[in-house]
């Protein structure tokens, strides 16, 4: 237990086998709002389980696990005081703060009192949301390099909106995030009706291999890519023919001039651990992000917040309301719920084993492949049921 | 994908280790009437997924499976022409007729397109019933070859009437349809309590060995075995002692001399690769036909189809009336339904691992003995989970 | 089938490789009441299916698939006579009472009869609950060896009042019940309220090695452990100060002189195969008896019974009613239901791994290990799927 690794021990895996995610890294666990006062919240983030607890505002979290025989501390939780909490099966009571065994009323005089401790999370909440460091590296690399840059800067304001469950693998999201060319499943999304915004359904690189011009970030803080969505065309319409007949796929409503410019000037670039951000987005001055939090082999939590820039807070105030009133709605349930669906049915359709079974990557699937790369390169460690890889 | 194999290269293999079924040869998917014009329905045969759809009145079939990233195309179908189906993930648009790679709207000019396609499953729509050939043969046999004899006669009229999945594997099934001493399940069954007929509860052997006077047919054509219960002796009533008393079994209708008779000329014959015929039933002039499709490891599909000679189309019609309106309430609801229940006994007792447990097989199982040593010689192979065995 | 085991070749296993429990011991299959004249009740125990009948008052048991092909008689079970079943698939029919093939209506000279039989379980029905012997060991032991002593004592009333089912392995349940450390979760319980009884929340070992003091029960008879309670401090009360706040847990009802010489007149004991007796509980004359008998690997079966001394009629009669209409409700449903729950929460917590997962036993913990070393010691063999270990 809690055998610490300094930093210089970091190993990278291969992103074919992250299936339960990469170990040492920054997750969202859950948004600030649904965890309050002394509430005691279980999460299982990359097959471990976690219990959350709020303590004077600040969010710990500790191992879901009895160090005794095993009991699991959310199916009946007791705390004496605000900052322990209790077994119920034998009354081994831990500081929540920190993991450490401190009572044992059956054995007050224990040898292991003092002296064994539950695994401890680092914990950190920043812009309504809920980290969590999973992982045993000392010491603890900062947020910051975690998170999209920009992200925790000082007078940007963010609005989480979206936790949810989604029963995938979290690298078929990943994939599937950053990568252009799956906009076709967004054609009849109601967002674009409600904004009457034209969307291509497709987008083709110029010169087949504009993929080498993603810039990929791998300096100090965070690790990720930048696409070059600038340089590629969007179609907006497609014809074929088979057998004699055309068929003809098509933008819901008809690009004028500016609806070229508008989507060239829209950056997507995907981070480790697994967090995309695209700017602007939902509209012109907002900032969406997203990420793909792995709960166990087949299915992670994903997570929406948007962002703006403002100090005001009466700025800050109404942009909250306007997130939740408006944007929660039409940005999530008639648009990014599209993307839900697709991953599942992959996952389905590979039966349940991506990765395993063969993929055949087209001109367009640069993104992916340099994502994958990128990742294979810089995470720090495959996380594996047990613990991490050796 | 798609590396056939010369018809030279046939390795059949032991019935006991099918748990998939036999590959290479043809099986019933549907009734024509579960697939209506530009209707697209999926199917899971041998543990492969299918996609069917009818074009212009003509059913085709795909592998349910894109062969991009793996997109279950049944997920969400999208055809912009009767002729293509499209990936609704990223646009990889496919001929459905013989499967090709025919356009990517965000890479027109992709070396994928006419060089890659998914498997195409030979089908053929005969007697109302829709078989697809699973395999990778060519080329491939003709399906008069995995059919009884007779099946496709012209002056021949068939009318199926059951499809419906069940819980076990294939082989419980087929070994049982074609075993004479099942046939006690059936003695409390309406059907024979409807027809007022006298059923024998056991059949037994005369000389001990009957079963070596089984024909084996296997020349060209379909390979299958045809019972000699005409050399046997049904058993209409039967006693025992034990512990000093004594039960009794009987045929719930005491039998007369015309029901020794009749039963005696009722020929069963049994077909790879799993399809049982018997003649005459459920009366004189009708022919009853069962397949035993898998599905997977623990489950098949049950259809019976009943026929009788006939070319006169108005005669036809009232055969179809009469099978719809009678014979599919009395001959399965209250008759073949009881195998189902019998199979699912077995697939239980035996914890999911029949011919894994041992048997103590008995005189009257020459029948299946028989069975299981032709279809482990004339197979084209044993299906195995991502293709053919090696 | 049915290789018998000589005595002289016993094996034990150890207990944290005994997932499926004991083999060739006497386990409680069900209450007297479960089964009536000719009733056929079907039941798993240590992951063999095994089928009950009372004939003529006794209780027999066989295993519940037929010898033919595995058909699972409970399935559908037919009777023709008392003494026998028949299998409805091929009406193999056998003698209840010792499992001998005695007729096949379809080979009424098959050289399979007289000659096979299924294993038939040794049944005693004693105290109004039928126990059953799984395992091949000839001679099989007494009955008397694998239950607490005194249980089968002429004067002595036993009323047996719960058999449920529990979805942990029956090895926390055991480990558990001798563990005078799990009293924390009876705390709330409505059983201590209804009595108005003080009960401590911890046991203190007084040298810190009381459990030395445990007696071990190994000379001829029930093996078995007989705890120290006497010896040790009964704690009603604890504190403890974490982050400069002070925690209490405490009694609901406040201690008397009497409740620390009650708890500690208190003697709990166990015994092979998996059997607990606390005397006296829930009061003065009365002892209770529980059981934990594995079904499967994750699942085992509770029972709880109750004595008292008496040999007049009316009394047992009395008490029958007292235990009906009082302590089913007051010591089961508000007293060891809560050991069920707790059980469940290891089992989850451990991921349905118990005993594979670390433990950190503590000083308290020394009732568990020399439970676990008399198990592994005097057990006559560890169950295996299969039958037993080799
Ligand atoms: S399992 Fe938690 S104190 Fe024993
Ligand atoms: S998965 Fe079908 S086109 Fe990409
Ligand atoms: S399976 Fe029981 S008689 Fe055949
Ligand atoms: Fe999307
Ligand atoms: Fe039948
Ligand atoms: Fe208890």
Known sequence: MDGDRPQGQINPGRYEDAVLGFRNHWYPAMLSTDIGEEQLVPITLLGENLLFKRIDGVVYAIADQCLHRGFKFSARPECYTKNTITCWLHAFTYNFKNGELIAIPSAPDSRLIGNR????YPVQEVNGMVFAFVGDLV???PLSDD?????????WCVVPAVNVSSACNWRLAA???FDPNHIFIHKDDHFLKALDRPFPIANRLVGGDTFHEITEITGPGPKGLVDALGKSEPVFEFEFECEGERGRMASRIPP?????????SIQGSIWLPGVLKVDPWPILGMVHYEWYVPTDEKSHRYFIAWGRKTVDPVERAAFRDEVMTKWKHLGFDEFNKTDLEANLAVEVGTDGLPY???????EGDGYTLVW???????NRGVQVRGGAKA
Request: no cysteine; aromatic share 12%.
């Open 117 to 120: 401790r539950l695994h401890s």
């Open 139 to 141: 010491p603890v690399p």
């Open 147 to 155: 998170v999209p840059p920009g992200f925790l800067d000082a007078d």
């Open 175 to 177: 994939d599937s995030g």
């Open 256 to 264: 004028n001039e500016m609806a070229y410019m508008a989507y060239g």
């Open 356 to 362: 395993k079974s063969a993929e055949n990557l087209f």
């Open 372 to 378: 994958r790369r990128l990742a294979s390169k810089f």
